[in-house]
């Protein structure tokens, strides 16, 4: 029962803000216009995903958040964002933890797939598979072994997750 209740809790996302200094790179980011986005390519969306990570220490999954730009009556732009660091609205952030930790170093390359198939009550499945590379002998051991887990979130992500340079998902850590 023990390994059941751990596989069931990691494929579950976590829901909650965060101090943006847990990020481990630069964020990447998508971006669609929900103005000409036809209502079947929301049914399940895949995305590249390659960080870079500017420090060293051990990445425990991928971080997500979402930023809308609204037209404004005044024909200026209004944006919502969800980002960390940001006042906190009621969508927050997500944290997609992976069953085992990855030590990376400075320059490791985290490279793969974030893809969202849509599920009932406006939510998305959540499947993520990445690989840590580095070039360093000792840490590329440790580095280039896959994580691999599946996560279902309860919240909506129909929105734009914005293309602005510090939003999107970065890799999640902590300090060595």
């Known amino acids: 029962l023990h390994i059941e209740a751990v596989g069931a809790y990691y494929r579950q996302c976590t829901v909650d803000a965060f101090d943006p200094e847990v990020l481990m ?25 390659e960080f870079t990570c500017s420090r060293a220490g051990v990445m425990h999954g991928i971080a997500s958040w979402f930023d809308v730009r609204f037209q404004g009556s005044a024909g200026e732009p209004r944006w919502l964002s969800t ?7 009621h969508w927050f952030q997500m944290r997609f933890v992976f069953p ?5 170093e400075v320059g490791t390359v985290v490279s ?7 599920g009932g009550n406006q939510s998305y499945m959540v499947s993520i598979d990445v690989t840590a590379t580095t070039t360093s002998a000792p840490a590329a051991a440790a580095a280039s072994k896959k994580s691999k887990t599946g996560k279902s979130s309860s919240n909506s992500v129909t929105k734009s997750v914005t293309a602005a340079a510090a939003d999107g998902a970065a890799a999640v850590g902590h300090r060595a």
């Open 100 to 104: 085992s930790p990855v030590e990376v």
């Open 25 to 49: 790179a630069p964020a990447v980011s998508f971006s669609w216009d929900f103005m000409t986005l036809k209502p079947e390519e929301l049914e399940t969306m895949d995305m590249p995903v």
């Open 112 to 118: 793969g797939r974030v893809r969202m198939t849509a």
């Open 83 to 89: 980002a960390p660091g940001l006042p906190t609205t």
